[in-house]
Structure formats: C-alpha cells, structure tokens
C-alpha cells in the first residue's frame, strides 16, 4: 500500500511553482527595459529648426570608427526611409539642405548575440553629431546619443532585434528626422 495514496507532497507543486516564478524573472532580466535616446542642442539649433524647410536633401553618413561599416550602412537606410516617409526627396548633390551624420561612438550588441544573451549582452549605444547646411539656411548643429537596452516586446524578445544594433539605428534615425521636422508635416 503506498504511504502517499497516490497524492504528490506540497512540496512538488512548491518546487514547480517557484520554478516558473525563478524562470519568468530570469526572462524579464533578460528582456532589458528598452531604448534610452537624449538630444544635445547645439550651435543654432532652435532657431534654425524653426525656420527649417525643405523638400530635397543631400545625405552623408559617415564614421571613423573602426568596424563601424554596418552601423553606418544601417543608419543611412534608416534616415533614408524616415526621410521618404516624410515625403523629402533624397538627391545626390545640390539639395535644399545637406545632412552630414558622423558616428563618433559605437557600441556594436549583433542580432545573433542579443538572442542568445538578452540583456546580459549589455547595452548597444550609438553617439552622432549631425551637422545641417544649406544654400538658404544658416547652418546648425546637435547631437544625439542613444542608449538601447534590450527587447520591450515579446517579439522583439524572439527575433533578438530589440536591443540590437540595428533597432538602435532605427531609432536613431527616427529621433534624427524628428529633430529636423515639425512632428506635424
């Protein structure tokens, strides 16, 4: 006859229980809490934003950075489709306004890495100085430095593109183009 009458001890659905507690808070470790972006004025920005306008645009990305290749490569795609978003015209030379982006921190976190790793692969963090002349603008100058920590959904948890470099770019540029253009244009 068994001691137990084919009953578990409380002591198993303890165990599983705070197994799943342990297991859901080691997913939320590794989640990260997101995207962190400051904006940095710099030398006539607030006047020259607000007389800002434009339909066309010369675009220069660029970076002295060793091994900054794809950043670069990333960033200037993404300020291109925010761009062509906003319906502004990307020529190669001669626009209403040049946009020389510089990338002078970076701090690579690959795709493959964030998935394996979560946040405990670190944070990917991205400075640029962007420099915005023209023909008929005075010319103007700020700084972004942008911060992202880890996935802030479940699928960017998944896909291992929350965190990633490439997220951070994305958001990088969407912060870039905001400060360019009034959010309601």
Request: glycine share 10%; with cysteine.
């Amino acid at each position: 006859m068994p001691l137990n009458d084919g009953v578990r001890p409380r002591s198993w659905w303890f165990d599983r229980r705070a197994r799943s507690v342990l297991l859901a808070g080691l997913l939320a470790l590794l989640a990260g809490c997101g995207t962190q972006v400051e904006v940095w004025q710099g030398n006539g920005h607030e006047a020259a934003r607000q007389a800002l306008a434009f339909s066309t645009l010369d675009l220069a990305v660029s970076s002295e950075l060793p091994g900054a290749e794809e950043a670069v490569t990333s960033l200037a795609f993404a300020l291109e489709t925010e761009l062509l978003y906003r319906q502004k015209r990307l020529v190669p030379r001669g626009g209403d306004i040049r946009l020389a982006v510089r990338i002078s921190h970076l701090k690579d976190v690959p795709r493959e890495t964030r998935v394996w790793l979560g946040s405990l692969a670190g944070s990917a963090e991205l400075r640029a100085d962007i420099r915005v002349t023209g023909p008929r603008i005075k010319p103007f100058t700020f700084s972004i430095e942008a911060q992202s920590r880890g996935a802030t959904t479940t699928e960017d948890f998944l896909s291992g593109k929350g965190g990633s470099t490439e997220e951070l770019t994305q958001r990088a540029a969407a912060i870039i183009v905001g400060e360019l253009l009034d959010p309601d244009s």
